[in-house]
Nanobody, 122 residues
Framework: QLQLEESGGGLVQPGGSLRLSCASS????????IGWFRQAPGKEREGPFC????????SCVDSLKGRFSVSRDSPKKTVYLQMNSLKPDDTAIYYC???????????????WGQGTQVTVSS
């Protein structure tokens, strides 16, 4: 089993930054691809919009490139999501999830954190 726990969410003003953490325990995180998902109020969960592959490669969707980035600290068993220039539309519950391989399909991710709330508001 792999356990994931997100942290770092909170209330931030438009234009601000947050760094979310996805800390793991149990199995070796480096065997998994980590995807970041989010669910805005009244909307379905979307993602993965940023991924950290077990190969070391990272990527984010084009619409978020330049504002969001993802990194992995293997010794700390943690994947980070750096979010800059935040907008009110970024308000959502943010989840990290682990899968054996990269997939753009949510059901392919086997392990999920409980989510962390990000609110962008003045």
């Amino acid at each position: 089993q792999l356990q994931l726990e997100e942290s770092g969410g909170g209330l931030v003003q438009p234009g601000g930054s947050l760094r979310l953490s996805c800390a793991s325990s149990g199995r070796n995180l480096d065997r998994y691809t980590i995807g970041w998902f989010r669910q805005a109020p009244g909307k379905e969960r979307e993602g993965p919009f940023c991924t950290s592959k077990f190969s070391g490669a990272t990527s984010c969707v084009d619409s978020l490139k330049g504002r969001f980035s993802v990194s992995r600290d293997s010794p700390k068993k943690t994947v980070y999501l750096q979010m800059n220039s935040l907008k009110p539309d970024d308000t959502a519950i943010y989840y990290c999830a682990a899968g054996f391989e990269y997939s753009k399909f949510e059901p392919e991710y086997d392990y999920w954190g409980q989510g962390t709330q990000v609110t962008v508001s003045s």
